[in-house]
């Protein structure tokens, strides 16, 4: 079954850290770019960062460039997005997604399959 399972999503105070994961199975994980993307309450769903797993180019968007890194394990099939110096504004639903193409600043058309998405919860 092709999929994608994202995890690590809980309530945390500002400042502090949390790592999502997303898990692939049922596609050739090196073949794909994997993104991160959010969705706030009475927003538009929007790119936090995306991996290439081809060849490894990563990007962030501006509101988490310096807090956020983005990481990728071939042998676990794996993604992970580590999050420090976390904000109330962080506060959304989390997704993973999956592109079979690379694109600057994650297009969000690219990507094909996407998870069920995780809860970040940030507390001022």
């Known amino acids: 079954e092709v999929q994608l399972v994202e995890s690590g999503g809980g309530l945390v105070q500002a400042g502090g850290f949390l790592r999502l994961s997303c898990a692939a199975s049922?596609?050739?994980?090196?073949?794909?770019?994997i993104g991160w993307f959010r969705k706030a309450p009475g927003k538009e769903r929007e790119a936090v960062s995306c991996?290439?797993?081809?060849?490894?180019?990563?990007d962030f968007s501006d509101s988490v460039k310096g807090r956020f890194t983005i990481s990728s394990d071939s042998a676990k099939n794996t993604v992970y997005l580590r999050m420090n110096s976390l904000k109330p504004e962080d506060t959304a639903v989390y997704y993973c997604?999956?592109?079979?193409?690379?694109?600057?600043?994650?297009?969000?058309?690219?990507?094909?399959?996407w998870g069920q998405g995780t809860q970040v919860t940030v507390s001022s």
């Open positions: 997604a999956a592109a079979a193409v690379w694109g600057r600043r994650c297009p969000i058309n690219d990507y094909e399959l």
């Open positions: 049922g596609f050739i994980f090196g073949d794909y770019t």
């Open positions: 991996i290439s797993n081809v060849d490894g180019r990563t």
